[in-house]
């Protein structure tokens, strides 16, 4: 998939660590990436987004990394018109 975003793979880096790192309007965004019905986040995740206090993004499928890259776009235009 490509949608003009640059994509760092984290997910050899372990403790909890999220997948992927995305640069999206200027911005880093962390990702972890599930699949299957039945996921969770394992306890070295959950201590992870508590100690750096900081929004890890889950996606389970294609679908809503491509809905989530298009509302961040959308807000961030819309931010850029109002300034």
Request: proline fraction near 4%.
């Amino acid at each position: 998939m490509r949608m003009g975003v640059a994509v760092q793979n984290l997910s050899q880096v372990g403790c909890g660590c999220p997948d992927i790192c995305v640069s999206l309007c200027g911005q880093w965004h962390l990702i972890e990436i599930k699949c299957g019905p039945d996921w969770k986040l394992r306890d070295s995740q959950i201590k992870f987004q508590k100690r750096h206090n900081a929004p890890v993004h889950v996606f389970e499928n294609e679908e809503q990394v491509v809905e989530w890259v298009n509302r961040v776009r959308r807000v961030q235009r819309t931010d850029w018109h109002q300034a």
